[in-house]
C-alpha cells in the first residue's frame, strides 16, 4: 500500500512538472512572437541594422564587412589590369589581353554575387533583394512616379550631356542598341546589389557598434558607401573627367536614398540601367566609352 502511495506522489510530481514545463514554454513562444513582431516593425522603420534576427553571414560582421570591401575592391580594376599585364606579355596584343581581363573580371563579379544571393536566399529583403526584379510595389505609386520623374530627367538631361562631352549630339548606330541594352541591365542590376545592397547593410551593421545615434549612422553609411560608388569604384574618371565623376557620386547618393525609401532595389537597379543606355544614346556614335 506505501508503495502505491509514493508512486502516486512521483506520478503527481512529474505531472506538475510537465505543466510547469508547457506554460514556460507557451511564456517563451508568447515572447519570442512578440519579439518577431517588435522585429518586423523596426525593420520597416530603420531597416535590417534596427532588428535582431539577422541573416547567418552578418554574425561576423568585420568579416563580412571585409569580405564585402574586398569583392568591391576586387571590382577597381585590381584583377583586370593583372590579368591584363599578364596576357599582354604573353601574347603581345594589348587590345586582346584587355578584352579577355574584362570578361574574367565579369564572371568573377557575377558569381560573387550568384553565391551570396544564393546563401542569403531565405533574407534578400533584408538586402532590399526582391525575387521579382521588375516588379514595382503597386500599393506604393510614389516609387513608380520617382521612376518616370528620373526617365523624364534623363531624357532632358542626356542632350546636354551630349553636348558637354563632344561638343554635338551623335546618336547611337542601330545596330548597337542590343549589347548596350544587356550591358546597362547586367550592370544596374549587380552594381546595385553590390553597393546599395550588400556594401550598405554591411557597413551599416559594423557601424552600429560604433555609431549609437540611428539618424547619424543612417547619413554616414548613405555617404561612405556613395564615396566607395563614386571616387574608388568610378576612380578612372579623376584623370579623365571630374565632372562626370561628381555627378556619379551624386547620383550613387540619390539610389541609396531611393533604395531606403522604398525598401527595394527595384526602382533604382531600373534607373541605374536607363542611366546607362539614355545619355549614350545621344553620344555612342561618336564615343565607344566613358
Excluded at 522603420?45 to 535582431?52: A, F, Q, S
Excluded at 542590376?189 to 551593421?205: H, K, P, S
Aim: hydrophobic residues 50%.
Amino acid at each position: 500500500m506505501g508503495i502505491v502511495c509514493q508512486c502516486a506522489v512521483v506520478a503527481k510530481k512529474v505531472e506538475i512538472r510537465n505543466v510547469k514545463n508547457d506554460m514556460t514554454e507557451r511564456q517563451d513562444d508568447t515572447e519570442g512572437n512578440r519579439t518577431v513582431a517588435d522585429t518586423v516593425g523596426t525593420f520597416e522603420k530603420w531597416g535590417l541594422w534596427g532588428t535582431d534576427r539577422r541573416p547567418l553571414s552578418l554574425d561576423y560582421p568585420t568579416l563580412s564587412l571585409g569580405i564585402a570591401i574586398l569583392s568591391i575592391l576586387s571590382f577597381l580594376g585590381f584583377f583586370n589590369l593583372t590579368i591584363r599585364l599578364v596576357l599582354t606579355a604573353l601574347i603581345q596584343d594589348s587590345e586582346y589581353a584587355s578584352t579577355i581581363s574584362t570578361v574574367l573580371g565579369q564572371l568573377l563579379r557575377l558569381s560573387i554575387v550568384i553565391v551570396f544571393v544564393f546563401v542569403n536566399k531565405g533574407n534578400l529583403h533584408q538586402f532590399y533583394i526582391q525575387r521579382n526584379p521588375f516588379k514595382l510595389n503597386k500599393d506604393n505609386h510614389n516609387e513608380l512616379k520617382i521612376l518616370l520623374i528620373g526617365i523624364v530627367g534623363l531624357v532632358i538631361y542626356s542632350p546636354l550631356f551630349a553636348f558637354y562631352k563632344i561638343g554635338t549630339i551623335s546618336f547611337m548606330p542601330v545596330g548597337e542598341y542590343p549589347s548596350t541594352i544587356m550591358s546597362a541591365l547586367y550592370y544596374g542590376i549587380v552594381e546595385e546589389i553590390e553597393f546599395r545592397g550588400i556594401l550598405f547593410v554591411y557597413l551599416t551593421y559594423w557601424l552600429s557598434n560604433r555609431i549609437k545615434d540611428e539618424t547619424k549612422l543612417r547619413a554616414v553609411s548613405i555617404i561612405v558607401t556613395s564615396l566607395i560608388f563614386g571616387p574608388l569604384y568610378h576612380n578612372r574618371y579623376f584623370l579623365t573627367d571630374i565632372v562626370l565623376l561628381i555627378t556619379v557620386s551624386i547620383f550613387g547618393l540619390l539610389m541609396q536614398l531611393i533604395v531606403l525609401r522604398f525598401q527595394s532595389l527595384n526602382a533604382a537597379w531600373m534607373l541605374h540601367a536607363l542611366l546607362d543606355i539614355i545619355p549614350f544614346i545621344f553620344i555612342a556614335g561618336a564615343v565607344t566609352t566613358l
